[in-house]
Nanobody, 124 residues
Framework: VQLQASGGGLVQAGGSLRLSCAAS????????VGWFRQPPGKERAFVAA????????LYGDSVKGRFTISRDSAKSTVYLQMNSLKPEDTDLYYC??????????????????WGQGTQVTVSS
């Protein structure tokens, strides 16, 4: 499965962006799709995840209530709607797929296909 992440950009604090993660060469069926973000020189941090079968979602504490992960099965695409953006949300965002168990959904080590990053910059 190849992943294509897009939708990043520059936005003012309080604004919104929608990131997309599209699959090619396969589908998301049977996988969990995760979004992670990584500041320069630091480790990747969990943002959100969605189990394709069943649609269960999980969010990082810092984005809960502001970000929403969703899917479009017809387009084999997962979205990350980001509202009420803060300067501290500025990062390189990645989407990834894997088959983690519930206890490992927040760990980047549980995901084995990764897309290229898309930069999100929030100005104050």
């Amino acid at each position: 499965v190849q992943l294509q992440a897009s939708g990043g950009g520059l936005v003012q604090a309080g604004g919104s962006l929608r990131l997309s993660c599209a699959a090619s060469g396969g589908t998301f069926g049977g996988y969990t799709v995760g979004w992670f973000r990584q500041p320069p020189g630091k480790e990747r941090a969990f943002v959100a995840a969605l189990r394709w079968s069943g649609g269960n979602t999980l969010y990082g504490d810092s984005v809960k209530g502001r970000f929403t992960i969703s899917r479009d099965s017809a387009k084999s695409t997962v979205y990350l709607q980001m509202n009420s953006l803060k300067p501290e949300d500025t990062d390189l965002y990645y989407c990834a797929v894997g088959r983690p168990i519930m206890s490992t959904m927040r760990s980047d080590e549980a995901y084995y296909y990764w897309g290229q990053g898309t930069q999100v910059t929030v100005s104050s």
